[in-house]
């Protein structure tokens, strides 16, 4: 990014990046097709989350505070939102909360890919982000939960294999990669 540069979308064609991405969608998703995958450099999301990734460190110094490759599924109509501000709290309980009332990420993309999530636009285009997540401490999440205990950063579906998690505060999700597919 350039000087004073805060939001760049970069798309992404070739290289261990697509790779990367190309790889999850034939082993998981075989029956759809990439239409085009961007890195998304948002300067000030990626201070703020930086910034709460060190705090977690010295909070927890002896567990994984960031799980990279999580996915978040949207629609057409949060993708500008999402890429300058993040993930947005007000929108929390849209479509799910039966891990509490947060930002939710799947470990597993075809989860995030569910039209529930991912939903289709009028062309049957749809769109997931791949996402970095500061999952901290973990707690079990449940349908009630609105804040988080002391001393939990996140909450999950299951806390010994956690599939599904759910954060609460700005800066604790940054999304890397757009992609936006088809069937």
């Known amino acids: 990014m350039e000087d004073g540069e ?30 085009k995958i961007e890195r998304i ?5 990626y201070q703020g989350y930086q910034a709460l990734k060190r ?4 909070e ?3 567990i994984t505070n960031e799980v990279d490759g999580l996915w978040h599924g949207t629609a057409e109509g949060s ?12 929108y929390c309980g849209k479509n799910a909360t039966a891990f509490g009332n947060g930002v939710y990420f799947a470990r597993r993309i075809r989860y995030s890919a569910n039209d529930k ?21 973990m707690m079990q999440g449940h349908r009630r939960l609105k804040v988080l205990q002391d001393s939990y950063n996140s909450a999950v579906d299951d806390i010994q294999r956690p599939r599904i998690y759910v954060v609460f505060h700005d800066f604790q999700a940054y999304p890397n990669y757009l992609i936006t597919f088809s069937v």
């Open 6 to 35: 805060l939001i760049k979308i970069v798309p992404v064609k070739n290289g261990p990046e697509y790779d990367d991405i190309q790889a999850t969608f034939s082993r998981n998703l075989p029956s759809y097709r990439i239409i």
């Open 41 to 45: 450099q948002n300067k000030t999301l």
């Open 55 to 58: 705090k977690f460190e010295v």
């Open 60 to 62: 927890n110094p002896n």
């Open 79 to 90: 993708i500008d939102g999402i890429n300058k501000s993040g993930f947005n709290r007000s």
């Open 117 to 137: 999530y991912s939903v289709p636009d009028a062309n049957k285009t749809k769109r997931i982000y791949k996402c970095s997540v500061l999952v901290g401490r």
